[in-house]
Antibody, heavy 120, light 106 residues
Framework: EVQLVESGGGFVQPGGSLRLSCVAS????????MNWVRQAPGKGLEWISY????????HYADSVKGRFTISRDNAKNTLYLQMRSLRVDDTALYYC?????????????WGPGTLVAVSS | DIQMTQSPSSLSASVGDRVTITCRAG??????LHWYQQKPGKAPRLLIY???LLQSGVPSRFSGSGSGTDFTLTISSLQPEDFATYYC??????????FGQGTKVE
């Protein structure tokens, strides 16, 4: 059974940092592209970052570019999101999502999410 | 960025109703369009990918159609478990891969 479990969320002041993790199981993690998607309270879904299976290709939404860094450790079956210079509008539930590995890509599996709250 | 516009933003329906949600892309996206269902407190669930392909395990009352800029998600006979928010998403070319604003079925 495919499972994705995020962790690392919490309460942080503006300007602070957090590192989110997403541990994958039930599939060969190293062969799948991965994404982070967030959802602010009561709002819609926002894609924020993508990483290829080997980590060589990375993309970010403009809203997080230069502040967030996506990475992965295929030996540990873990996806990361390093978040720096956090702002109040980064407050959201952060999901990791596995690619469907077909064309066109879609987000086939999602974790339950981890909540990041940025406030002074 | 490719803008995705869903309509309506919300709709009221009853069990057994046929429900249709539309999604319009700001430019042609071929069939690079997917539909997700999200229930309160839960992660999104992929329903339809590539505009019309039913994801494994999804009931056949869900269907998708369209190509280019105009797409439709149809629920042929609404069931109690279908009351949720539905999102379209485009994954055409390079990121950002944008979502519609959502349609709440209540």
């Amino acid at each position: 059974e495919v499972q994705l479990v995020e962790s690392g969320g919490g309460f942080v002041q503006p300007g602070g940092s957090l590192r989110l993790s997403c541990v994958a199981s039930g599939f060969t993690f190293s062969t799948y592209e991965m994404n982070w998607v967030r959802q602010a309270p009561g709002k819609g879904l926002e894609w924020i970052s993508y990483i290829s299976d080997n980590g060589n290709s990375i993309h970010y939404a403009d809203s997080v570019k230069g502040r967030f860094t996506i990475s992965r450790d295929n030996a540990k079956n873990t996806l990361y999101l390093q978040m720096r210079s956090l702002r109040v509008d980064d407050t959201a539930l952060y999901y990791c999502a596995r690619d469907i590995n077909k064309i066109p890509r879609a987000f086939e599996y999602w974790g339950p999410g981890t909540l990041v709250a940025v406030s002074s | 960025d490719i803008q995705m516009t869903q309509s309506p933003s919300s709709l009221s329906a009853s069990v057994g109703d046929r429900v249709t949600i539309t999604c319009r892309a700001g430019q042609s996206i071929s069939i690079f369009l997917h539909w997700y269902q999200q229930k309160p407190g839960k992660a999104p669930r992929l329903l339809i990918y590539a505009a019309s392909l039913l994801q494994s395990g999804v009931p056949s009352r869900f269907s998708g159609s369209g190509s280019g800029t105009d797409f439709t998600l149809t629920i042929s006979s609404l069931q109690p478990e279908d009351f949720a928010t539905y999102y379209c998403q485009q994954t055409y070319t390079l990121p950002p891969w944008t979502f519609g604003q959502g349609t709440k079925v209540e």
